[in-house]
């Protein structure tokens, strides 16, 4: 949180969070500010500690609202805009692939030290903050007893955080992103990102 800030209560009901790798590169913004670019999966269908699971398709109704903001945010803070999303999509049976950005707005007491913390590894997750309701027009129970999030769910934002929820999905992060991803990427890109053996 900035100085001077309040703490709110965010304006959506769920979050999940995913984890990330770090690596360093020199980018900056269009306007010379330094910038910290974030890609890779920020949801799975993986099964997270709340036992539920999100499918690829849930938000699919969404996304072009969200991505017209596209707002990274840090911790969940109102009002605290780090950065900004510029593309989310579904990978059909892998989750959502997501690339964006941190900026460095100027202040070396806050905004260097969170470039050293996500840079570091000691902010390492990122958050996806949604909308939706247990009841059948938005997901159901599968055979184990999990939660489905199926489809029409409302993604609010993706935060910069500390906890992760889903420890099998990772997302990469560099100064700004030395990885280079494929346009779509492709089942051997999305095992390595992930960490799992090709089939």
């Not at 500010?33 to 699919?60: N, P, Y």
Request: glycine content about 12%.
């Amino acid at each position: 949180m900035r100085p001077g800030a309040t703490h709110f209560i965010p304006a959506f009901e769920r979050v999940k969070v995913l984890p990330f790798l770090v690596e360093k590169t020199e980018r900056t913004t269009e306007r010379g500010r330094a910038r910290l670019d974030i890609t890779g999966m920020v949801s799975t269908e993986q099964e997270d500690h709340e036992r539920e699971i999100i499918h690829a398709g849930f938000f699919d109704k969404s996304l072009d609202q969200f991505q017209r903001r596209g707002t990274m945010r840090w911790m969940h803070e109102p009002g605290d805009v780090q950065g900004r999303w510029t593309k989310v999509s579904a990978v059909p049976g892998q989750g959502y692939y997501a690339e964006g950005y941190m900026v460095h707005l100027g202040s070396d007491d806050i905004d260097g030290r969170r470039f050293a913390m996500v840079e570091e590894g000691l902010i390492n997750s990122a958050s996806v903050g949604f909308n939706g309701r247990y009841d059948g027009d938005h997901g159901f129970h599968d055979k184990d007893g999990r939660w489905v999030w199926a489809q029409n769910g409302i993604l609010m934002e993706i935060s910069m955080v500390d906890l992760p929820c889903n420890e099998g999905a990772s997302i990469t992060v560099a100064k700004a992103l030395g990885l280079v991803a494929p346009d779509t990427p492709d089942e051997s890109w999305l095992n390595t990102l992930l960490g799992t053996p090709a089939a």
